[in-house]
């Protein structure tokens, strides 16, 4: 899939102009990409125009016009591109009641070992970005990636083939099919050049 490139971005001025357009059809979008998976994890699966959309926020929210700080954020949101033949998604653990919130995520430590894309009988592991889990603290947002086979990413446009997220961790084992336009939407990502 095609990453961003600095000539998408738009300067700040135009993107006030343009956001409300741009903002509807990426909330439009990200709701197809969404996938719970039980009461407290959600998948986004991700793809160039989600990371677009979030380096364009970034330079709103932060004010950021120096085209160096610009090229830095390019580069860190197209780490949520997927590669060729992967999938890519961004992780929410969800918790409501904030006093619990560090007790919750202290108790799915190790989750990063637990989470896997089962595409008929081949389970491609999800593979976590590093340095948002240690041995003490967990972040409540993960990046995560699924490297498929090529048989996987063929059966993904069966229809009559299963795909299923799965968590399998001592504290929270739950799965969720990935069907109707989520499916969709991840198929197109696959084939996207």
């Known amino acids: 899939m095609k990453k961003v490139t600095l000539d998408e971005v738009m300067g700040l001025e135009r993107y006030e102009q343009e956001r409300p357009a ?18 407290r994890i959600t998948f986004v699966f991700e793809n160039h125009d989600t990371a677009l959309f979030q380096i364009q926020e970034m330079m709103r929210t932060e004010h950021i016009v120096d085209i160096d700080k610009i090229r830095q954020e390019i580069e860190t949101y197209n ?18 009641e904030r006093e619990r919130v560090r007790e919750e995520l202290v108790r799915l430590l190790g989750i ?3 989470v896997r894309l089962e595409v008929g009988v ?20 993960q990046y995560v990636r699924f490297p498929l086979s090529p048989s996987a990413r063929l059966a993904m446009r069966d229809p009559n083939v299963p795909v299923r997220l799965v968590i399998d961790h001592p504290h929270y084992r739950h799965a969720a ?3 109707g336009p989520v499916r969709a939407e991840i198929v197109r990502d696959l084939e996207a050049p």
């Open 122 to 141: 081949e389970a491609a592991a999800a593979e976590f970005e590093g340095g948002r889990s240690k041995e003490d603290n967990l972040s409540a947002v």
């Open 79 to 96: 780490d949520l591109v997927p590669d060729d033949g992967q999938l890519s998604a961004t992780m929410l653990i969800e918790i409501t």
């Open 177 to 179: 099919d990935v069907a």
């Open 22 to 39: 741009f903002r509807q059809r990426i909330i439009a979008m990200k709701k197809s990409r969404r996938v719970p998976v039980g009461d």
């Open 112 to 114: 990063d070992r637990c």
